[in-house]
């Protein structure tokens, strides 16, 4: 069982580049959430969907892109990339909201240059 | 709006010794707080998390944590700290449609 599967696990772009960080689920989980991890920050909330078709906005959402087709899938897109994109950023998935364990992925650790 | 606060950023204990990781939330009805490990280079893993009910909750590893409304605290503890339990750890607070908002995190670091 796979889990949360994030890929690719390391990235540099160039400053106004695009790029797509990918995440499929293999639990048939509902809702799925991007965070991005920045040092004494903590997690901070990109976007989310609660399901196929269903996006909305986090605390931090300018920058970035989503969209959900299908229920494994949660694709986030840079369109522009900037230097204060660098981040880790971990993709999340949950049966459902609130009260239930949400599973991460291992990250993807991205450098914009 | 929720919140989280935890107060230490960094904490070192010697191995066997006790630990207490503070956290404090703030939400506006019934909270479901989570405690949530990270090792380095890794995603986080739940330790265990409190929705109601008994307010002293296990989890896995040995830790618990016990949830004092009265002082919106959610405080992760272990009698005995392994030299594997140096990692960071992030308390949480959870809404709807899985939006966790997180603190910032408490390093801990275990003397041998």
């Known amino acids: 069982n796979a889990g949360v599967t994030q890929t690719p696990k390391f990235q540099v772009l160039k400053t106004g580049q695009s790029m797509t960080l990918q995440c499929a689920q293999d639990m048939n989980h509902e809702y799925m959430s991007w965070y991005r991890q920045d040092p004494g920050m903590g997690l901070r909330l990109i976007h989310y969907?609660?399901?196929?078709?269903?996006?909305d906005q986090g605390e931090v959402p300018n920058g970035y892109n989503v969209s959900r087709s299908t229920t494994e899938d949660f694709p986030l897109r840079l369109l522009s990339a900037a230097p204060s994109q660098t981040s880790v950023y971990f993709c999340a998935s949950s049966r459902q909201g609130g009260d239930t364990e949400a599973f991460f992925g291992q990250g993807t650790r991205l450098t914009v240059v | 709006a929720q919140s989280v606060t935890q107060p230490d950023i960094h904490i070192t204990v010697s191995e066997g010794a006790s630990l207490e990781l503070r956290c404090n939330y703030s939400y506006g009805a019934t909270p479901y707080l989570f405690w949530y490990v990270q090792s380095p280079g890794q995603g986080l893993q739940l330790l265990l998390k409190y929705f109601s009910g008994d307010t002293l909750v296990q989890g896995i590893k040995g830790f618990e944590a016990e949830f004092k409304r009265s002082q919106s605290s959610f405080n992760l503890r272990k009698p005995s700290v392994h030299w594997s339990d140096a990692a960071e750890y992030f308390c949480a607070v959870g809404g709807g449609g899985n939006k966790l908002t997180f603190g910032t995190g408490t390093q801990l670091k275990v003397e041998l």
């Open positions: 969907s609660v399901g196929a078709g269903i996006t």
